[in-house]
């Protein structure tokens, strides 16, 4: 392959500061190891290849060294093997020749340690020694990297200034070195040498990153990097200083480039050396996070511990709901097994203590009841709800327990059916109730059949007595019709006989003998008495016929009595009693039927005077001023009636005695029309006697009268 020596396409800026440094170091420096090392470090650090080797051909052997390296596979290196004899080999064409070789790996076939395409720079000391080693430098482009030309041309100089010195055994012995180095390097876990003093022999690049500072690293960098030796000293300290065996502890340090805390379990165990005499190895493993992830996993624990606690009490929640409930609640999973019940449903579902088979086969029909009912709600697409009827029986008394059922599905969050809660409610009473209402209405149309048949009944029997009662009324109208009439015909001849008896008693027809006179007046006083009666009875049947006219005008009271006395002045005195007329205070002018008041007044007046032997009669006049009432009160010390005949005197004919050997005259017709008269005037007449000691009739008449 020819070597390119066209410029690059983009000539990188030349960090002239970082070559001189660079320069300065390699020329103090008489570790042609070290020296490599710093020289690949910073060609990587300062351009773009990433693998750098420096191979260098030992004077005495020939064999080809690797002595520093960048970005190379520890395997690589410990499979490279190259004498100067091999004069076949690319690399020591490259190296004889003198000259940059690219080399295309696509195309190549042979071992190298670098695996893509690269530049084998030859490190030429002079023209006398020729090239004694190579700088090969991973490569993007054939061209050759300015930076990687300049570094070939220092490091051939420090080649040949410091490998004459270099002996076989020290350059071997560098190589086994290198080769540690990179075996170490390649341990992604941080890996430290120290003395029992904790200080530091040996730490690969890793443990480098958090143990030691480069030059240009800023304040914080450095300030971590000593904190992690202080705490790296202080876990040494405490463990394996102590004990001689392994030990394993965790250690927490700071990563100096973020400033995050870094958690590692420190392994670290003491060995013996002859040269090197008693040091500590310690392997870091970081296990930030592993301690991340098991606080990460404590967490979730502690969440789940806190979730099931919750779900815990929110089932102990709903057992204290459900078991309130007097209904039976079940709660089945999709499979139809139950999962919760409430107390009155396990008395359906569950075996009672000390079963018999009777009672445990109850429990399995029920459950197949519900199974069967619960299905429902589980094989219908579409319905979430599900009601009906199921016929259990109490499992302990075998009674038929007949209930009405509400099934529906509980959906989770995702819409998958979790739960089955099924509802009973006993309908036992509501059955009941159904079957007495049913009886309550039979009995209700018994009775409104019975209710219709008396009705109709009713009916007819008030039929039959509007009927009576109109025959009744025509018959009385009749009646009273008949008696007017008669009492009309009996007066006109009754009038004759009386007006001619007058005239034959004052002499018209010539003198009357004594005998004559006699006849004459008895002739006259029945008449009389006939002419009362037949008027008695025309005052009824007016009455009766409402044909009775009144006639209002103001008129005083006490006049009236005086009247009505002077009236029946002869039998007064006839009768050797005592009338009093007791008028009480002044009376207001009564507005009545003066002549029906009278009527009355007489009456009662003729009644006392007649049913009373011997004592008193009084008439008492009174005002009731609160009623707006006068009453005029009769009172007698005669023979009295009884309690039980006290109605009866008002009655229509009705007198107490009707034997024929009775000691009083009369029609029994007077008290029957004054309280007829007294209603017509808006009053009442009330009695009050003792047998044997006296009546008193009392009169009470609206001092105005009264509309009806
Ligand atoms: P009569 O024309 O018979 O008096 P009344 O209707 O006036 O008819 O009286 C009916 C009956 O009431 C009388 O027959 C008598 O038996 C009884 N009676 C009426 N007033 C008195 C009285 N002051 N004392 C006792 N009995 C009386």
Known sequence: MQPSFAPAAQTPVVDLEGRLLLAEFLLSST?????????????????????????????????????????????????????????????IQALTRGEPTYFDRAKGT???????????????????????????????????????????????????????????????????????????????????????????????????KLFAAPED???????????????????????????????????????????????????????RDERQGTYVVSILRNVTDLARAKEEIEESYRTLRVAQAEVRDERHRLELIIDSVADPIIVTDPEGDIVLMNEPAERMFTVPPNPDDVAQRRVRANGAYLTSFVSNVLTRSGESRYRGELQLIDPVSGRAAPVEGLAGQILS???????????????????????LYEQLKEASAELERKVQEATAELAEQNELLRRQHIALEQASALKSQFLANM?????????AILGYTHMLLHGVSGAVSDNQRKSLSRIDSNSRHLLALINDILDITRIEAGRMPLTLTRFAIPDLVNEVMAELEPIIKRSNLEVVAKISGKLPLLRSDRSKVKQIVLNL???????????????????????????????DTGVGIAPEDEGKVFEDFRQLDSSPARGYGGTGLGLSICRRLSHMLGGTIELNSDVGKGSTFTLSLPVKPRRR
């Open 31 to 91: 570790d042609l190891q070290a020296s490599a090392r710093r020289a690949v470090d910073w060609l990587v650090a300062h351009t773009d290849i990433e693998q750098a080797v420096v191979a260098v051909a030992d004077l005495l052997s020939g064999q080809i060294l690797l002595v520093a390296e960048h970005g190379v596979t520890s395997n690589a290196i410990a499979d490279f093997a190259l004498s100067r004899e091999d004069e076949g080999h690319p690399l």
């Open 605 to 635: 007046l003729s009644n006392a005077l007649k049913f009373t032997a011997s004592g008193t009669v009084t008439i008492k006049v009174s005002q009731n001023v609160a009623a707006q009432t006068i009453a005029v009160g009769v009172t």
């Open 217 to 271: 690293s800023s304040e914080g960098w450095r300030r971590a990097v000593s904190l992690n030796n202080m705490l790296f000293s202080a876990a040494l300290s405490t463990s394996a200083m102590v004990h001689t065996e392994l030990a394993r502890r965790e250690l927490l340090l700071v990563d100096p480039l973020e400033g995050s805390d870094l958690l590692f379990e420190l392994l670290s165990s003491r060995a």
């Open 110 to 208: 042979f071992h190298s340690p670098l695996h893509g395409p690269f530049h084998a720079i030859p490190l030429k000391v002079d023209e006398d020694q020729g090239s004694q080693g190579l700088l090969l430098a991973s490569a993007h482009a054939p061209q050759l990297h300015p930076e990687a030309v300049w570094l070939s041309r220092i490091l051939a100089r420090q080649v040949g200034r410091l490998l004459s010195r270099a002996t076989l055994a020290e350059t071997r012995f560098g190589q086994e070195r290198m080769l540690l180095y990179s075996i170490i390097n390649a341990v992604t876990d941080p890996i430290l040498l120290t003395d029992t003093e904790g200080k530091l022999i040996i730490a690969n690049t890793h443990a480098e």
């Open 487 to 495: 009492s009309h015909e009996f007066r006109t001849p009754l009038n």
């Open 413 to 435: 969050e995702q819409g998958e059916l979790i739960w089955v809660v099924t509802i009973l409610h006993d309908l036992t009473e509501a059955l009941e109730k159904a079957r």
